[in-house]
Protein backbone atom coordinates (compact mmCIF):
# COMPACT_ATOMS: atom_id res chain seq x y z
CA UNK A 1 0.00 0.00 0.00
CA UNK A 2 1.09 3.54 -0.61
CA UNK A 3 2.48 5.57 2.16
CA UNK A 4 1.47 9.23 2.44
CA UNK A 5 3.81 11.39 4.38
CA UNK A 6 2.07 14.61 5.98
CA UNK A 7 3.96 15.40 9.15
CA UNK A 8 6.64 18.38 8.41
CA UNK A 9 9.23 16.48 10.26
CA UNK A 10 8.79 13.04 8.12
CA UNK A 11 9.03 15.32 5.21
CA UNK A 12 11.81 17.15 6.07
CA UNK A 13 13.54 13.52 6.23
CA UNK A 14 12.46 12.19 2.99
CA UNK A 15 13.38 14.98 1.09
CA UNK A 16 17.00 15.40 2.92
CA UNK A 17 17.40 11.16 2.12
CA UNK A 18 17.17 11.20 -1.62
CA UNK A 19 19.25 7.72 -1.92
CA UNK A 20 16.42 6.22 0.36
CA UNK A 21 13.47 8.12 -1.10
CA UNK A 22 14.52 8.09 -4.89
CA UNK A 23 12.45 10.02 -7.48
CA UNK A 24 12.37 7.40 -9.62
CA UNK A 25 8.35 7.14 -9.45
CA UNK A 26 7.46 6.51 -12.78
CA UNK A 27 8.41 4.82 -16.47
CA UNK A 28 8.06 8.36 -18.25
CA UNK A 29 10.67 10.61 -18.94
CA UNK A 30 10.40 13.51 -16.38
CA UNK A 31 13.68 15.79 -16.73
CA UNK A 32 14.87 16.40 -13.71
CA UNK A 33 12.56 15.63 -11.34
CA UNK A 34 12.03 11.78 -11.92
CA UNK A 35 15.98 12.01 -11.83
CA UNK A 36 18.04 10.69 -8.79
CA UNK A 37 21.99 11.27 -8.36
CA UNK A 38 24.53 12.29 -10.19
CA UNK A 39 22.09 12.31 -13.41
CA UNK A 40 19.80 14.66 -11.56
CA UNK A 41 22.61 16.68 -10.25
CA UNK A 42 23.91 16.93 -14.35
CA UNK A 43 20.53 18.20 -15.78
CA UNK A 44 19.95 20.16 -12.70
CA UNK A 45 22.70 21.84 -13.17
CA UNK A 46 21.62 22.87 -16.98
CA UNK A 47 18.05 24.38 -16.13
CA UNK A 48 19.10 26.40 -13.17
CA UNK A 49 21.08 29.64 -15.43
CA UNK A 50 17.44 29.84 -16.96
CA UNK A 51 16.07 31.08 -13.44
CA UNK A 52 18.74 33.39 -13.03
CA UNK A 53 18.65 36.99 -12.03
CA UNK A 54 19.62 38.48 -15.31
CA UNK A 55 17.10 35.93 -17.38
CA UNK A 56 14.58 37.29 -15.00
CA UNK A 57 15.59 40.84 -15.31
CA UNK A 58 15.09 40.82 -19.11
CA UNK A 59 11.45 38.78 -18.76
CA UNK A 60 10.07 41.51 -16.40
CA UNK A 61 8.97 43.95 -18.92
CA UNK A 62 7.55 40.85 -21.17
CA UNK A 63 5.68 39.67 -18.30
CA UNK A 64 4.46 43.30 -17.12
CA UNK A 65 2.81 43.06 -21.08
CA UNK A 66 0.90 40.07 -20.48
CA UNK A 67 -0.57 41.04 -17.22
CA UNK A 68 -1.12 45.13 -18.36
CA UNK A 69 -3.34 42.92 -20.90
CA UNK A 70 -5.11 40.42 -18.52
CA UNK A 71 -5.98 43.49 -16.61
CA UNK A 72 -7.24 45.94 -19.37
CA UNK A 73 -9.37 42.88 -21.00
CA UNK A 74 -11.38 42.96 -17.74
CA UNK A 75 -11.33 46.65 -16.67
CA UNK A 76 -14.91 46.83 -17.46
CA UNK A 77 -16.81 44.14 -15.35
CA UNK A 78 -17.39 44.35 -12.66
CA UNK A 79 -17.68 40.54 -11.37
CA UNK A 80 -15.14 38.57 -12.67
CA UNK A 81 -14.40 34.89 -12.42
CA UNK A 82 -11.09 34.00 -11.42
CA UNK A 83 -10.13 30.24 -11.93
CA UNK A 84 -10.16 30.25 -16.07
CA UNK A 85 -10.44 33.66 -16.51
CA UNK A 86 -7.66 35.07 -14.70
CA UNK A 87 -5.58 32.30 -12.92
CA UNK A 88 -5.51 30.02 -15.75
CA UNK A 89 -5.29 32.97 -18.83
CA UNK A 90 -2.59 34.22 -16.85
CA UNK A 91 -0.37 30.98 -16.10
CA UNK A 92 -0.43 30.08 -19.74
CA UNK A 93 0.01 33.50 -21.52
CA UNK A 94 3.31 34.01 -18.68
CA UNK A 95 4.98 30.36 -19.15
CA UNK A 96 4.19 31.29 -22.95
CA UNK A 97 6.16 34.73 -23.20
CA UNK A 98 8.84 32.83 -21.08
CA UNK A 99 9.17 30.23 -23.55
CA UNK A 100 9.12 32.74 -26.22
CA UNK A 101 6.43 31.43 -28.38
CA UNK A 102 3.72 32.92 -30.81
CA UNK A 103 0.03 33.80 -29.61
CA UNK A 104 -1.54 31.28 -31.51
CA UNK A 105 0.17 28.41 -29.74
CA UNK A 106 -1.57 29.96 -27.05
CA UNK A 107 -4.87 28.85 -28.24
CA UNK A 108 -3.81 25.43 -29.28
CA UNK A 109 -2.62 24.74 -26.00
CA UNK A 110 -5.52 25.87 -24.18
CA UNK A 111 -7.53 23.54 -26.63
CA UNK A 112 -4.87 20.73 -25.47
CA UNK A 113 -5.31 21.54 -22.19
CA UNK A 114 -9.74 20.91 -21.90
CA UNK A 115 -8.30 17.60 -23.88
CA UNK A 116 -5.82 16.52 -21.62
CA UNK A 117 -8.38 17.54 -18.61
CA UNK A 118 -11.40 15.53 -20.34
CA UNK A 119 -9.18 12.41 -20.91
CA UNK A 120 -7.68 12.02 -17.44
CA UNK A 121 -10.97 12.67 -16.16
CA UNK A 122 -12.11 9.55 -18.40
CA UNK A 123 -8.87 7.70 -17.71
CA UNK A 124 -8.93 7.07 -21.72
CA UNK A 125 -5.59 5.80 -22.22
CA UNK A 126 -5.69 5.70 -25.61
CA UNK A 127 -6.25 9.36 -25.69
CA UNK A 128 -3.75 10.40 -22.95
CA UNK A 129 -1.25 8.81 -25.48
CA UNK A 130 -2.25 10.38 -28.30
CA UNK A 131 -2.32 13.92 -26.63
CA UNK A 132 1.59 13.03 -25.21
CA UNK A 133 2.47 12.80 -28.92
CA UNK A 134 0.74 16.16 -30.24
CA UNK A 135 1.99 17.95 -27.57
CA UNK A 136 5.94 16.76 -28.10
CA UNK A 137 4.87 17.42 -31.87
CA UNK A 138 3.62 21.15 -30.62
CA UNK A 139 6.86 21.68 -28.90
CA UNK A 140 9.56 20.28 -31.44
CA UNK A 141 8.06 22.77 -34.27
CA UNK A 142 9.15 25.34 -31.97
CA UNK A 143 12.42 23.40 -31.33
CA UNK A 144 13.09 23.69 -35.27
CA UNK A 145 11.77 26.61 -35.83
CA UNK A 146 14.66 28.09 -33.16
CA UNK A 147 17.06 25.78 -34.64
CA UNK A 148 15.78 27.47 -38.03
CA UNK A 149 16.64 31.12 -36.52
CA UNK A 150 12.59 31.73 -37.39
CA UNK A 151 12.16 33.23 -34.23
CA UNK A 152 14.51 35.34 -31.06
CA UNK A 153 17.51 33.62 -30.51
CA UNK A 154 17.74 35.26 -27.28
CA UNK A 155 14.58 33.49 -26.46
CA UNK A 156 14.45 30.37 -24.03
CA UNK A 157 13.08 28.48 -26.28
CA UNK A 158 16.35 29.29 -28.36
CA UNK A 159 18.64 28.73 -25.91
CA UNK A 160 17.14 25.38 -24.84
CA UNK A 161 18.37 24.42 -28.27
CA UNK A 162 21.75 25.29 -27.21
CA UNK A 163 22.27 23.39 -24.21
CA UNK A 164 24.60 20.46 -24.30
CA UNK A 165 25.68 17.47 -21.85
CA UNK A 166 29.27 15.76 -22.76
CA UNK A 167 29.92 17.75 -25.88
CA UNK A 168 26.27 16.60 -27.09
CA UNK A 169 23.20 18.60 -27.47
CA UNK A 170 19.90 17.38 -25.74
CA UNK A 171 17.71 14.93 -27.89
CA UNK A 172 13.96 16.55 -28.77
CA UNK A 173 12.90 13.66 -26.25
CA UNK A 174 14.63 15.62 -23.03
CA UNK A 175 13.98 19.00 -24.40
CA UNK A 176 9.85 18.47 -24.84
CA UNK A 177 10.25 16.77 -21.12
CA UNK A 178 11.99 20.04 -19.83
CA UNK A 179 9.46 22.04 -21.32
CA UNK A 180 6.10 20.11 -20.81
CA UNK A 181 7.05 20.46 -17.16
CA UNK A 182 7.83 24.25 -17.26
CA UNK A 183 4.61 24.99 -19.40
CA UNK A 184 1.44 22.56 -19.27
CA UNK A 185 3.12 20.85 -15.86
CA UNK A 186 3.75 24.04 -14.04
CA UNK A 187 0.04 25.75 -15.29
CA UNK A 188 -1.84 24.51 -12.55
CA UNK A 189 0.15 25.18 -9.96
CA UNK A 190 0.55 28.98 -11.04
CA UNK A 191 -3.30 29.12 -11.51
CA UNK A 192 -4.07 27.70 -8.55
CA UNK A 193 -1.74 30.58 -6.65
CA UNK A 194 -3.00 33.33 -8.67
CA UNK A 195 -6.63 32.25 -7.71
CA UNK A 196 -5.57 31.50 -3.70
CA UNK A 197 -4.19 35.08 -3.97
CA UNK A 198 -7.41 36.53 -5.10
CA UNK A 199 -9.30 34.65 -2.71
CA UNK A 200 -7.23 35.13 0.02
CA UNK A 201 -7.01 39.11 -0.73
CA UNK A 202 -11.05 39.52 -0.62
CA UNK A 203 -11.26 37.43 2.51
CA UNK A 204 -8.95 39.09 4.37
CA UNK A 205 -9.35 43.34 4.06
CA UNK A 206 -6.99 44.29 6.60
CA UNK A 207 -3.97 42.61 4.88
CA UNK A 208 -5.16 43.61 1.66
CA UNK A 209 -5.13 47.40 3.01
CA UNK A 210 -1.51 46.75 4.52
CA UNK A 211 -0.56 45.35 1.41
CA UNK A 212 -1.84 48.52 -0.86
CA UNK A 213 -0.11 50.29 1.97
CA UNK A 214 3.17 48.65 1.89
CA UNK A 215 3.43 46.65 -1.25
CA UNK A 216 7.37 45.36 -0.53
CA UNK A 217 5.63 43.04 1.55
CA UNK A 218 3.85 41.03 -1.00
CA UNK A 219 6.44 38.39 -1.51
CA UNK A 220 6.29 37.39 2.23
CA UNK A 221 2.25 37.68 1.89
CA UNK A 222 2.18 35.22 -0.67
CA UNK A 223 4.59 32.66 0.95
CA UNK A 224 2.97 32.67 3.90
CA UNK A 225 -1.30 32.40 2.50
CA UNK A 226 0.31 29.60 -0.29
CA UNK A 227 1.75 28.01 2.89
CA UNK A 228 -2.16 27.99 4.17
CA UNK A 229 -3.04 27.17 0.45
CA UNK A 230 -1.09 24.82 -1.01
CA UNK A 231 -1.42 25.11 -4.86
CA UNK A 232 0.98 21.95 -5.63
CA UNK A 233 -0.67 18.99 -3.63
CA UNK A 234 1.85 16.34 -3.72
CA UNK A 235 4.89 15.08 -5.11
CA UNK A 236 5.83 11.20 -5.14
CA UNK A 237 9.02 9.38 -4.09
CA UNK A 238 9.51 5.34 -3.95
CA UNK A 239 12.03 3.77 -1.30
CA UNK A 240 14.96 2.40 -2.08
CA UNK A 241 15.56 0.18 1.07
CA UNK A 242 13.08 -0.35 4.16
CA UNK A 243 13.36 2.90 6.01
CA UNK A 244 11.63 3.87 9.78
CA UNK A 245 10.27 7.26 10.02
CA UNK A 246 9.24 8.46 13.97
CA UNK A 247 7.22 5.20 14.56
CA UNK A 248 6.40 4.62 10.74
CA UNK A 249 7.76 1.32 9.05
CA UNK A 250 8.03 1.83 5.08
CA UNK A 251 9.07 -1.49 3.31
CA UNK A 252 11.38 -1.08 0.30
CA UNK A 253 10.32 -0.09 -2.92
CA UNK A 254 7.20 1.47 -1.44
CA UNK A 255 5.43 4.75 -3.39
CA UNK A 256 5.38 7.17 -0.80
CA UNK A 257 3.68 10.73 -1.65
CA UNK A 258 4.50 13.81 0.11
CA UNK A 259 1.70 16.00 0.75
CA UNK A 260 2.66 19.46 0.81
CA UNK A 261 -0.61 20.66 2.24
CA UNK A 262 -0.63 18.94 5.16
CA UNK A 263 3.06 19.19 6.14
CA UNK A 264 2.68 23.27 5.71
CA UNK A 265 -0.19 23.14 8.29
CA UNK A 266 1.37 20.81 10.69
CA UNK A 267 0.19 21.73 14.04
CA UNK A 268 3.40 20.64 15.49
CA UNK A 269 5.44 23.13 13.22
CA UNK A 270 2.88 26.10 12.73
CA UNK A 271 0.85 27.40 15.54
CA UNK A 272 -2.81 27.97 14.67
CA UNK A 273 -1.51 26.78 10.69
CA UNK A 274 -4.94 28.12 8.96
CA UNK A 275 -3.96 31.45 10.51
CA UNK A 276 -2.16 34.20 8.07
CA UNK A 277 0.75 35.27 10.54
CA UNK A 278 3.41 37.60 9.18
CA UNK A 279 5.99 36.94 11.62
CA UNK A 280 6.71 32.91 10.70
CA UNK A 281 10.02 31.91 10.06
CA UNK A 282 10.16 31.39 6.20
CA UNK A 283 12.88 28.45 6.69
CA UNK A 284 9.97 26.87 7.88
CA UNK A 285 7.66 26.68 4.83
CA UNK A 286 7.89 24.38 2.36
CA UNK A 287 5.82 25.86 -0.36
CA UNK A 288 8.95 24.97 -2.76
CA UNK A 289 10.09 21.95 -1.58
CA UNK A 290 13.53 21.28 -0.15
CA UNK A 291 16.41 19.25 0.07
CA UNK A 292 18.31 18.17 -3.87
CA UNK A 293 15.00 18.84 -5.67
CA UNK A 294 13.85 22.18 -4.58
CA UNK A 295 12.14 24.04 -7.35
CA UNK A 296 14.16 26.23 -9.21
CA UNK A 297 11.62 27.62 -10.78
CA UNK A 298 10.98 29.68 -7.40
CA UNK A 299 12.29 32.62 -8.83
CA UNK A 300 9.94 33.07 -11.42
CA UNK A 301 7.29 31.98 -9.53
CA UNK A 302 7.37 34.81 -7.02
CA UNK A 303 7.98 37.10 -10.12
CA UNK A 304 5.22 36.13 -11.70
CA UNK A 305 2.82 36.42 -8.38
CA UNK A 306 4.48 39.17 -7.11
CA UNK A 307 3.69 41.16 -10.87
CA UNK A 308 0.39 39.68 -10.74
CA UNK A 309 -0.63 40.92 -7.02
CA UNK A 310 0.92 44.21 -7.41
CA UNK A 311 -1.07 45.03 -10.51
CA UNK A 312 -4.14 43.55 -8.81
CA UNK A 313 -3.94 45.54 -6.11
CA UNK A 314 -3.38 48.81 -8.00
CA UNK A 315 -6.25 48.54 -10.55
CA UNK A 316 -9.14 47.06 -8.27
CA UNK A 317 -9.46 49.18 -5.92
CA UNK A 318 -11.97 46.99 -4.24
CA UNK A 319 -11.54 42.92 -3.99
CA UNK A 320 -14.23 41.20 -2.35
C1 LIG B 1 3.73 28.77 -7.34
C2 LIG B 1 4.47 28.11 -8.22
C3 LIG B 1 5.32 26.91 -7.90
C4 LIG B 1 5.34 26.08 -6.79
C5 LIG B 1 4.48 26.17 -5.54
C6 LIG B 1 6.34 25.06 -7.05
C7 LIG B 1 6.67 24.07 -6.13
C8 LIG B 1 7.61 23.07 -6.36
C9 LIG B 1 7.96 22.02 -5.42
C10 LIG B 1 7.33 21.82 -4.06
C11 LIG B 1 8.94 21.28 -6.00
C12 LIG B 1 9.66 20.06 -5.37
C13 LIG B 1 9.14 18.77 -5.96
C14 LIG B 1 9.75 17.54 -5.34
O1 LIG B 1 10.42 17.61 -4.29
O2 LIG B 1 9.55 16.44 -5.90
C15 LIG B 1 9.19 21.81 -7.31
C16 LIG B 1 10.10 21.30 -8.21
C17 LIG B 1 10.30 21.80 -9.48
N1 LIG B 1 9.77 22.97 -10.00
FE1 LIG B 1 8.44 24.19 -9.08
N2 LIG B 1 6.92 25.29 -8.26
C18 LIG B 1 6.34 26.40 -8.82
C19 LIG B 1 6.64 26.98 -10.04
C20 LIG B 1 7.60 26.52 -10.91
C21 LIG B 1 7.94 27.14 -12.17
C22 LIG B 1 7.32 28.43 -12.70
C23 LIG B 1 8.89 26.34 -12.77
C24 LIG B 1 9.59 26.50 -14.08
C25 LIG B 1 9.15 27.21 -15.10
C26 LIG B 1 9.15 25.24 -11.87
C27 LIG B 1 10.01 24.21 -12.13
C28 LIG B 1 10.26 23.15 -11.27
C29 LIG B 1 11.15 22.03 -11.61
C30 LIG B 1 11.93 21.85 -12.91
C31 LIG B 1 11.16 21.19 -10.48
C32 LIG B 1 11.94 19.87 -10.33
C33 LIG B 1 13.28 20.15 -9.71
C34 LIG B 1 14.12 18.92 -9.42
O3 LIG B 1 13.59 17.81 -9.41
O4 LIG B 1 15.34 19.09 -9.21
N3 LIG B 1 8.36 25.37 -10.76
N4 LIG B 1 8.39 22.92 -7.51
Redesign the pocket.
Known sequence: MDVVLTHHHDVLAA?HAPEQFS?KVSSHL??????DGSE?LA??AL?EP??SAAVLTQFQPKLQVVIDELFDSIASHNIVEISDTIGHQFALQA?CA?MGWPVALEQRLTAWMAAQKAATVAQDRPALHALAAEFSALVIKQLERARHGENDPQSITAKLTQLQLNGEPLSDEYLVS?IR???V??LG??A??VSSIIEFLAANPVVQKQLRKAPEHIDHAIDEL?RIA???PS???RTTCPVTLGDQHIDSDTLVR?D?RAANRDPQVFDQPEQFQWHRDPSLN?????????????P???L??RLFAEALLMRVPHIE
Do not use: D, S
Not at 30 to 35: F, I, T, Y
Not at 286 to 297: K, M, T
Open positions: LNNVPNGMHYRIFFQFINWTGETIAALAPLNRRIWLLYGAGIHVCPGKLAQEL
